[in-house]
């Protein structure tokens, strides 16, 4: 079992910036890919970033890169999301997930994510 909490959400304006970070516990992480979600009201939930174990492979989604940067320190099993340059479409609820495998290489947008925190907000003004 793997325990998710997430933190850093926030109402930011348009351009500005925001650090997301996701405290794991029960389980270290340093096996695991780890990878961002959010879901915004009436959409479906989207992989923002993923990041493979020993930070070997990354994954972000096409409107977030060059803005968002997915990082992991597994010395304290929590995962980061910096989001620069945010837009009010990036508003969401954001979630921290992990798999139930640990990561044997393949690209950590293609595992099946199990274990979810509770989310945190985020609301871009325009």
């Known amino acids: 079992q793997v325990q998710l909490v997430e933190s850093g959400g926030g109402l930011v304006q348009t351009g500005e910036s925001l650090r997301l970070s996701c405290a794991a516990s029960?389980?270290?992480?340093?096996?695991?890919?780890m990878g961002w979600f959010r879901q915004a009201p009436g959409k479906e939930r989207e992989l923002v970033a993923a990041i493979g174990r020993r930070n070997n492979k990354y994954y972000y989604v096409t409107p977030v890169k060059g803005r968002f940067t997915i990082s992991r320190d597994d010395a304290k099993n929590e995962v980061y999301l910096q989001m620069n340059s945010l837009k009010p479409e990036d508003t969401a609820v954001y979630y921290c997930a992990a798999p139930l495998e640990r990561d044997y290489g393949r690209d950590p947008d293609r595992y099946e994510y199990t274990y979810w925190g509770q989310g945190t907000q985020v609301t871009v003004s325009s």
């Open positions: 029960g389980r270290t992480i340093s096996a695991l890919a």
